[in-house]
Structures are given as C-alpha cells and as structure tokens.
C-alpha cells in the first residue's frame, strides 16, 4: 500500500518505528516528518500534508503521531474526504476500518508502547471494510457537501 505518515515532536520516535515496519512488509511508505524529539512543532502542520495527500488520492492511508493523537485526528478530519479516527486497542483499531473504512489513523505516543502501536496498525491493515455500513459514511460526505 502507498502510506504517509507524520508526527510531531512527541511522534517522531513511534512514527519511526512504523516506518520501518511497514517498509519491511513492503509498503511504500512516505515520511513527511517531523523526525526530531528536540526541536518542538506544530501537529496540524504534518496531519494537514498527510491528510491532502490521502484525500487527494496520492496516498491511500495515512498515519499520525502526537502524544495523545487527539490533535492529529482533530486536525485531519477539517480536510473533505478524510475519515480519521484515533486508535488504542485492538477493537478500536479493527472497528476503524471494519465500520468506519477510515483512510487514517492516529496515535498517541505517549499512551502506547511502541510494540503495540505497530500491533494496533497491523490490526486495521488486516481487516477488511464490512460494506453494509457504506451508507453511513456516504452520510458523512453529505455532512461534507452541506447536505
Ligand atoms: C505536544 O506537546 C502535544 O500537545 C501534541 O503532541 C498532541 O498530544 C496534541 O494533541
């Protein structure tokens, strides 16, 4: 799968650890940053790239990292088109894609051991998107459009 992936400051260690992952799955990964804990940043930045590139078409996943990914899935949701949902166990991470089809993911890293975060996003790539639940999220895009 083609995936972007971005964090802030507090992401950047967990988001290089996905990365590395998924690159060894063999995804096609595309890391638009933040990479250092140090220097402190602004997550709106990195989810609004993240999120244009997945709702563009350009990608067909994203994943973002903050500390808690609250910020992250508050910030990709204002692009049309973007389905983001914040993850932390296994029934959130299934569900997100099973029910929701969601087109990204978020995650704290400072609430998730790293080894389960890359559990947690394994969950949602191995489940399928259960189709009866289509017209609720063509009820979403009509939330989208105004209607
Ligand atoms: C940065 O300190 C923190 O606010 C950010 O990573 C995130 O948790 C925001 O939701």
Do not use: W
């Not at 940043?41 to 994203?62: F, I, M, T």
């Not at 903050?66 to 993850?87: E, F, H, V």
């Not at 051991?113 to 009820?139: G, K, M, T, W």
């Amino acid at each position: 799968m083609k995936i972007g992936i971005g964090s802030d400051h507090a992401g950047c260690g967990l988001k290089a650890r996905i990365v590395q992952h998924l690159a060894a799955a063999g995804h096609q990964v595309t890391d638009v940053g933040t990479d250092s804990p140090d220097r402190s940043v602004d997550y709106p930045v990195y989810a609004r790239k993240v999120a244009q590139s997945v709702a563009s078409g350009d990608l067909e996943l994203g994943i973002l990292v903050c500390g808690t990914g609250i910020g992250m899935s508050i910030a990709a949701n204002k692009i049309d088109g973007i389905r983001a949902a914040l993850i932390h166990d296994h029934v959130t991470a299934r569900m997100a894609r099973m029910h929701n089809n969601a087109n990204v993911i978020c995650m704290g890293a400072r609430l998730l051991a790293a080894e389960y975060a890359i559990d947690l996003v394994d969950q949602f790539l191995s489940c399928p998107f259960e189709q009866r639940h289509q017209r609720r999220l063509d009820l979403i895009t009509d939330i989208e459009r105004g209607g």
